[in-house]
T-cell receptor, first 109, second 112 residues
Framework: GQQVQQSPTSLVLQEGENAELQCNFS?????MQWFYQRPGGSLISVFY???GTKQSGRLTSTTVIKERRSSLHISSSQITDSGTYLC???????????FGQGTKLSIKP | GGIITQTPKFLIGQEGQKLTLKCQQN?????MYWYRQDSGKGLRLIYY???????QKGDLSEGYDASREKKSSFSLTVTSAQKNEMAVFLC???????????FGPGTRLLVL
């Protein structure tokens, strides 16, 4: 079946450093989303990015369909960026999202 | 804008107990989902419903029942809680034809 692999599993950075999160898909990419989850909180959609590059403030998402991958770049990280980032691919036949296991990001002062 | 409400926020049960979790959305979305989140395992789909009175099994449906009583509400029942079980159950909804899913705050389950 379809699988979504995220890397790294966890990432610890100093405030101000850049973060790079990766997502790889085992089958052809339909569309994908990046979600953010604060500890103990719900999921918030960060990007819907089926292809190409999108930017929102310090966050940039790049999806390369042919290579079946998507990345999330956080520049000049802040302590409030800490949390878990999940990517998910849409299975259109069944109308459901398939999630990766997440990357836990910790930003230290 | 809209909101997804999940009740209860915390649920403590006993082994073998039948437990029901509720989800309400006022987006007027067609499709609703129940996911289970375990530490280090991402989200796994339990049940989803494309429209009112529809039910579709996800990857983790065994041990659960679901009910889509009306368009705005979707309930999940743990048929027999397992001892030492601890997980977060997340409800989500989306408009059919749109890709973005919106999530509720979650119900945290602990079985003693």
């Amino acid at each position: 079946g379809q699988q979504v692999q995220q890397s790294p599993t966890s990432l610890v950075l100093q405030e101000g450093e850049n973060a790079e999160l990766q997502c790889n898909f085992s089958t052809s990419l339909n569309s994908m989303q990046w979600f953010y989850q604060r500890p103990g909180g719900s999921l918030i959609s960060v990007f819907y990015n089926p292809s190409g590059t999108k930017q929102s403030g310090r966050l940039t998402s790049t999806t390369v369909i042919k290579e079946r991958r998507s990345s999330l770049h956080i520049s000049s990280s802040q302590i409030t960026d800490s949390g878990t980032y999940l990517c998910a691919m849409m299975n259109y036949n069944q109308g459901k999202l398939i999630f990766g296991q997440g990357t836990k990001l910790s930003i230290k002062p | 804008g809209g909101i997804i409400t999940q009740t209860p926020k915390f649920l403590i049960g006993q082994e073998g107990q039948k437990l029901t979790l509720k989800c309400q959305q006022n987006f007027n979305h067609d499709t609703m989902y129940w996911y289970r989140q375990d530490s280090g395992k991402g989200l796994r789909l339990i049940y989803y419903s494309i429209t009112e009175n529809d039910l579709q099994k996800g990857d983790l449906s065994e041990g659960y029942d679901a009910s889509r009583e009306k368009k705005s509400s979707f309930s999940l029942t743990v048929t027999s809680a397992q001892k030492n079980e601890m997980a977060v159950f997340l409800c989500a909804s989306r408009d059919w034809g749109q890709d973005t899913q919106y999530f509720g705050p979650g119900t945290r389950l602990l079985v003693l």
